[in-house]
DNA sequence: CAGCGGAACTGTATCGTTACAGATTTACCC
DNA sequence: GGGTAAATCTGTAACGATACAGTTCCGCTG
């Protein structure tokens, strides 16, 4: 291999661009050393232009196929990695999804495996996981007007979704990719990811019905999000099938304090009227209830039974008299994330939809036989 | 007020630049609208140049107090906000922390209430939380050494330190802003926020031993992290203070599943010299040792009694016969992100270094009486 | 051999910001 | 009046990447 000039060599014939010595897009000077490689180094060191070595890097049909392999080369020898903040300068793509949450969405730990799960998928990805907080007492639409006006970020992963919900219209509206961690009634089609919570509501009747019980109450979530009306169809279609009661308990709901929810369900229980089967709509909601209840002086499992669906295994472990649905959380941040990136990458919103049914949680294992 | 030229006017007899039409630091055209305000937006609305709104906005010494009036108001009527990706490119100031991540850190959700903490206390400043993941089967330094080589954050947020930890030094070394859940010993000052275990051991031996408890055992934390020898410490402490005896489980850790730690504590619960006080280093092993204990067909309360560090409210209200002690992961997680702004401002390591004290949870409320 | 098309590569301008080195004006002094 | 310092403002270049509009050279055609 010959080495014509400073630049690199290039022993095939081809013609050396002349040099100059006013151009800046071959540079002739090494990069100051200690930094990292920048497409600079990389044109330096193959003694190509800049804008070569950034178009072989992306493949570009109208670079030589021996060129790209020695480009890709030393970019991959040397470490490079593209400056995101240079990047996202010049073509306003981000390379972040952000994780929109309430600071109140905390109860029984939803947020650690959706993030999690969600992490997990980005890892194969250029995006990074931005947590964009705000307080549920204010306005929901306002880190969704930030990421909007400030263009934060490619794609955005929202929960607690409503009907009619302010934040998928703005989304939709100003053409950000979005995802749903839940469904809406707006006519408008997105990608969601969304638990069956009719279907949980079914079987957790079934279930109550099979083991005796007639008379059943419903945890449920506040009616202002989709899913209440998911929980409750589920609850009355299963009434009517497997010919049960409802017991009202409807000025109650899963985002009331535990201290509430047992105190209601405590005067709930000791009433004529008691219900004989629980259906509960959150793992920490039926935590209060099962408080309640034995402060009544029920017994679970005697008086009652309860169905709760639950993010993890505790309950079981610890109340296995309860029967659980298992809703997994990580799983859902896996959907919620590959579907923001399918929206981004143009999928069709139709193709970027799930549902995952509720599972039956197995009694916790026994390993020591006596 | 008069106006001279296409700029914006001026009326206290300042001159005004000549325009020369090749000028860019002056802006003569507007802005394309549609898109959001630069500073070249408020050089054209104001008639100064880029370069002096750029320094009355940092309130630089040599800008006109009225300028920066005017500038700070037409800035804040149409809502600038600097482009990050600007800032970052020129500066290299990223505005991002990086909370690093274990994905198995997973069981009883310790991250959901620390970001829930970190991303309150970022809230007020103009950083951003970024979740970086890494595989704890893997390479622990792989995600620091990602954030040093692309210079992804201005700061990081690590947790399961070691007494001689590798991330620790890579970071110091390279001088990179950070802080860490849990302490080290490495002779190396630097920021950190802990909860004290070797006071919770010790605080539960004496608990134990006041309810007449004698032979004591720990389900302790992994050998390799640093609050192993911390909890192990105020546990042995306690034991002499107190005058208990040990019981070893030392084959068992919080890290084993659950199944494990149930399995093995039944065979411990079954054998003749059974311990009758335990202490448990996590919420969700606690519930792995009540199952074990029930399983040996031992009763809590009765046979044992047991005190464990949580991080929520849950065991204390399925179980409340287990004292527990609280470990706050919301405070955990306001106070790191406060200490690692603090380290990026430059304020001495050693003036944000805390510790958080094991509080004894009260007993949950009682609200109805009978 | 002029002309032309295509392959392969390159220069320039630009995104928004800031460091740095001027530039202009005014005030003031001898 | 000339010189100087202070106050205030401005232009240019640069951070790293990419869109776009060339440029160079080759082979081929008529």
Redesign the pocket.
């Known amino acids: 291999m010959t080495l014509n000039g400073a630049a690199g060599g290039n022993d095939k014939?081809?013609?050396v661009?002349?040099m100059d010595g006013?151009?800046?897009?071959?540079p002739l000077t090494p990069p100051p050393d200690g930094?990292r490689p920048?497409?600079?180094t990389i044109a330096f060191m193959t003694g190509?232009?800049?804008?070569?070595v950034?178009?072989a890097?992306?493949d570009a049909p109208?670079?030589?196929?021996e060129?790209k392999e020695r480009v890709r080369l030393v970019a991959k020898q040397i470490g490079y990695q593209?400056?995101r903040?240079?990047?996202r300068?010049?073509?306003g793509k981000t390379n972040v999804i952000s994780l929109v949450l309430t600071l109140e969405e905390e109860i029984m730990g939803i947020t650690s495996p959706m993030v999690v799960g969600i992490t997990e998928v980005l890892a194969g990805t250029p995006y990074h996981l931005v947590v964009t907080p705000y307080s549920a007492t204010k306005d929901a639409l306002a880190p969704i007007r930030y990421i909007l006006d400030t263009g934060a970020a490619d794609g955005v992963i929202i929960s607690r979704t409503e009907p009619h919900d302010p934040r998928v219209a703005l989304l939709t509206e100003r053409g950000l990719p979005f995802v749903t961690h839940g469904r809406t009634e707006m006519g408008v089609v997105h990608p969601y990811h969304d638990f069956d919570n009719e279907r949980f509501a079914y079987e957790a009747v079934r279930e109550l019905v099979e083991r005796g019980r007639k008379r059943l109450v419903l945890l449920e979530p506040p009616p202002h999000l989709t899913f209440y009306s998911h929980m409750r169809a589920g609850f009355e279609r299963g009434l009517r099938d497997f010919h049960a009661d409802a017991v009202s308990f409807h000025h109650i709901n899963i985002d009331h304090t535990l201290v509430e929810i047992r105190d209601a369900f405590e005067t709930l229980m000791r009433a004529d009227d008691a219900p004989d089967g629980i259906v509960s709509g959150s793992g920490s909601g039926a935590i209060a209830l099962i408080a309640g209840l034995e402060a009544a002086k029920k017994t679970l499992g005697k008086d009652a039974d309860m169905v709760s669906k639950v993010p993890s295994d505790f309950l079981r472990w610890l109340r296995p008299e309860v029967v659980t649905m298992y809703e997994d959380i990580r799983v859902a941040g896996r959907e919620l994330a590959k579907a923001v990136i399918g929206h981004i990458d143009g999928q069709q919103s139709e193709t970027l939809q799930s549902l995952s049914q509720p599972e039956l949680q197995a009694a916790v294992p026994v390993s020591i036989k006596r």
Not at 48 to 52: H, M, V, Y
Not at 62 to 65: E, K, L, V
């Open positions: 014939g081809k013609r661009a002349a006013k151009t800046k897009n071959r930094g920048t497409l600079k190509l232009g800049i804008t070569t950034s178009r890097l992306k109208d670079i030589g196929a060129t593209p400056n903040a240079g990047v300068l010049r073509t």
